[in-house]
């Protein structure tokens, strides 16, 4: 690459590149270009037009104008095969023999001149990148002419004369020469072009433009989405010429802009339509890929516009309440994945009296459009000037059932957008929307009515999102939005432990918690954040005490035929309680320092807990104990609601392992706490004859799954593999029992799950550890797999197992033992091949020609 020679030329030390520019530019050139206008579709030439690119790239401006030179006339002569197979085609069909030596003649200069328009795509894209880095080395300098401004005109003529000759025949040709003309929209300078050039360019895009919006398409097909890429060229174009300069628009310039000012609402009002055929699962929207491209191409207002006008679309279907609202969030949604940085900003920026992401909050929790006569009393009451009072006005409403009612389908609607508005709180410029959002939920924070329970369920999954996009937020945030968030973690506790909200939103409230305990720092007072904890665990202690106590009593009551929905809620209840506590313990471990102590008391509290069932709460004298299971409970632990407790602290447990914040060490911190106590549980219970306890055994996997092998080593690896064996052994050979245990609780399902993963993990990082108990691991598989339970929930560990098996196959120090139990795993396979579900047969397949190849 040369170093701007023409403006460092008085430099008497400069050191002459010229040599060297002659033997490794021009030289190379003239060997190359010959092959892109006699064969650019061979090997040779399609290296040749790659390596050619490449150097115009980034060999700086004389380089890119030699190779433009070099090349492009080449190419475009290439093209002018399109005339001569015109004029063939206008002058008549010959013989028979004739027309087909046409036919195959017409197919290899088709598949020449395809090459060729690739080609001038890849030298366009290469003079956009060649000047974008001259134009950031020389700041506020513009090149001129342009160096495509010789060759655009012809470009633009070849591919309309194709996009208007092929029509709905699309081929290699059409699809390089919308790939072309996509190039040319976002690297040329157009400013000069005739009125010819200027009619084949809206000829060609009105063309494109039914293309697009004549019907939703399915994955795969690449001509539409050539086709919507080039539109949102189109519009990212006229938007911002218009944009940059109102007074002296050129007439391209001017009728550039009103082709993107016209196409601009019929593609918004296509995008935010539902699909017409909702039956269809994943659905390609060419009208979003068009708005993606206008805004990944097209300046900060031209993403502001787009994004003004979707919000504007959400307000429109909220306040209508039509019935499928989400279509416009679902539009943004994926603006933000794929429409480039600008549109983050832009959504995070827009300001009144235009449409703001705070009216699409407030609109959600606003309730539903009420009846006639509910409309007459707020107009009613909306009317009186003058403060009413009296004590008729103080009773309670006539029906809290009917407010209850109104409030859940205000939530039903607004699961419909949640999912996709949640996307636009994740970026990186949500950090501009933190401060309002915190202030927003602090005024709501504890709720007092229904409606505050809707807010917060709006609300509350968007502050979670926007805390755990990044670090970032954290160093912005000024003191007023940081003492609002220290000020709510009491409230967020005591709203994510009851259970008299809603579980979305308790979840949302979990993870805002754990983003301010884990980030919230105070170097003046470190000894008051560690009492913030155990006030914390205090709450924690008071609720879990009520809710073991429930369930005990739940469980007492068994043999008076207690419903399974009764036992259900309290398990789910003291589940509930251990997940926050495994929070507040992987808050503690991810901050480390003194708060190490607490995370320390938290884990062996639940690890002791999951083992024994016994073990004294952190920081208080008082010890919590789980039911014991009786002796036949200890027998059949999957149907037993004792035994199904001890799950409860365990995936607590693996919760926090499966943390991704802190440092390196807390993990190793906490395996060095725990294993002692676990491996002193497998002993006690390695002497009885039954199967291994739940809690144990999920306590076990979650080891296996969460932390490196480094850090477990290799004995404790080995003393702790018997116990995941005889586990997965259990549970094949009660699989009846298993899917009665679901009137209990999922928990043991989840066990399965873990079971699975762990065993996956194993056997691909380990293998040799599992050698000895392979010939007891195909069998259980095989159980697992031949089971005729087809739910959807058993489909995932189905695939576990598939899973399995197939890395089991591969075993390199089990050999005798697989082809041993290959014809029994091969006829299960077969028997299997033909389940309801179309994932679980594409695994089978899969699975069993592997099987079937071992020899």
């Known amino acids: 690459r040369e170093h701007a020679p023409s403006i460092s030329s008085s430099d008497s030390n400069e050191i002459n590149t010229t040599p060297l520019w002659e033997a490794y530019v021009v030289d190379v050139l003239r060997h190359l270009s010959p092959t892109l206008g006699s064969s650019p579709q061979g090997m040779h030439g399609r290296a040749s037009t790659a390596y050619l690119a490449s150097l115009a790239a980034e060999g700086g401006l004389m380089t890119l104008k030699k190779v433009l030179e070099g090349c492009y006339p080449r190419f475009l002569s290439v093209l002018s095969l399109l005339e001569r197979n015109n004029e063939s085609k206008e002058a008549g069909k010959a013989d028979e023999f004739s027309s087909k030596e046409v036919s195959k003649q017409k197919n290899r200069d088709e598949e020449k001149m395809a090459s060729a328009m690739r080609g001038i795509a890849a030298l366009v894209s290469s003079c956009r990148v060649a000047l974008q880095r001259w134009q950031g080395d020389n700041p506020g300098v513009q090149v001129h002419p342009h160096p495509l401004s010789l060759y655009i005109s012809s470009t633009i003529q070849k591919i309309a004369f194709v996009l208007d000759e092929d029509g709905d025949d699309i081929g290699p040709l059409s699809m390089a020469a919308v790939g072309a003309l996509e190039s040319v929209l976002t690297s040329a300078d157009l400013s000069g072009l005739g009125e010819e050039d200027l009619v084949s360019l809206e000829k060609s895009f009105s063309l494109i433009s039914r293309v697009v919006l004549d019907e939703e398409g399915t994955v795969g097909d690449e001509w539409k989405a050539a086709c919507a890429r080039v539109l949102g060229a189109v519009i990212a174009l006229g938007l911002c010429q218009k944009s940059e300069d109102d007074d002296a628009l050129t007439n391209s310039g001017e009728r550039m802009n009103a082709l993107a000012t016209s196409l601009l609402p019929e593609i918004l009002a296509s995008a935010t339509s539902p699909p017409r055929d909702s039956s269809k699962f994943h659905v390609i929207r060419y009208d979003w890929i068009v708005l993606a491209g206008a805004c990944a191409n097209g300046s900060s207002q031209v993403s502001q516009k787009i994004v003004s006008e979707l919000l504007s679309s959400m307000l ?272 503690a471990a991810c901050k480390g320092g003194s708060f190490s102590q607490t995370a320390d008391k938290i884990t062996s509290f639940l690890i002791e807990l999951a083992c024994t069932g016994t073990s004294q709460f952190p920081f208080a004298a008082a010890t919590m104990q789980l039911v014991t299971p009786t002796i036949t409970g200890q027998k059949h632990p999957l149907l037993d609601p004792a035994s199904h407790a001890y799950i409860l602290p365990a995936s607590a447990f693996g919760s926090m392992l499966s943390v991704q914040n802190g440092g390196p060490f807390w993990r190793q911190r906490m395996t060095h706490k725990t294993l002692p106590v676990l491996l002193k549980a497998l002993q006690v219970q390695a002497k009885s004859q039954n199967p291994p306890a739940l809690g144990t055994l999920a306590v076990v996997c979650h080891m296996l799954c969460c932390l490196p092998a480094s850090l477990l080593g290799k004995s404790n690896i080995q003393q702790i593999l018997p116990t995941m064996v005889a586990g997965l052994v259990y549970f094949s050979k009660n699989l009846n029992a298993l899917a009665q245990s679901d009137m209990i609780s999922s928990k043991p399902a989840d066990v399965l799950s873990i079971i699975l993963a762990a065993l996956i993990k194993i056997l691909t990082i380990s293998p040799e550890d599992v050698t000895k108990f392979i010939g007891i691991i195909i069998p259980s598989l095989l159980l697992l797999c031949s089971s005729t339970e087809s739910s959807e929930t058993y489909i995932p560990k189905q695939l576990l197992v598939f899973q399995c098996l197939e890395i089991v196959a591969t075993h390199p120090q089990a050999r005798k033992s697989i082809l041993r139990e290959k014809d029994q795993v091969v006829a299960v396979l077969s028997a299997v091949v033909d389940h309801p579900s179309m994932i679980i047969r594409n695994a089978v397949v899969q699975v069993r020609n592997v099987w079937y190849t071992l020899a």
Not at 356 to 367: A, G, L, R, V, W
Not at 528 to 553: I, M, N, S
């Open 316 to 587: 429109a279907a909220l306040g209508s309440n039509q019935t499928y609202e989400g279509a416009p969030a679902m539009a943004l949604s994926y603006l933000i994945r794929c429409g480039g940085p600008d549109v983050g900003i832009a959504f995070h920026s827009l300001s009144p009296p235009g449409p703001t992401p705070f009216d699409i909050i407030n609109e959600m929790s606003k309730p539903l459009q009420q009846g006639p006569e509910d409309n007459m009393d707020s107009e009613r009451k909306m009317g009186r000037k003058q403060l009413q009072v009296g004590m008729s006005l103080l009773q309670l409403p006539v029906s809290r059932a009917k407010d209850e009612e109104v409030a859940n389908d205000t939530i039903k609607r607004a699961d419909s957008i949640l999912p996709f508005l949640i996307t636009a709180y994740e970026c990186p410029s949500s950090v501009s929307s933190c401060g309002d959002l915190v202030q927003f939920v602090d005024q709501i924070l504890p709720p007092l009515s229904e409606w505050d329970e809707v807010k917060l369920y709006v609300a509350l999954p968007l502050l979670a999102a926007v805390l755990k996009s990044s670090n970032q937020v954290w160093r912005t945030l000024d003191s007023v939005a940081l003492g609002a968030l220290r000020s709510m973690i009491t409230y967020l506790a005591q709203f994510s432990i009851s259970s008299d909200h809603d579980a979305h939103s308790r979840s949302a409230a979990a993870s805002c918690l754990f983003s301010v305990l884990f980030h919230s720092t105070q170097d003046d007072d470190c000894d008051g954040e560690v009492h913030l904890f155990h006030q914390l665990l205090e709450e924690v202690y008071l609720e879990l005490t009520d809710a073991v106590t429930c369930l005990k009593k739940v469980n007492d009551t068994l043999t008076k035929r207690a419903s399974s929905s009764l036992l259900h809620s309290s398990l789910s209840q003291v589940g509930d309680t251990f997940s926050f506590l495994g929070l507040l313990g992987s808050a």
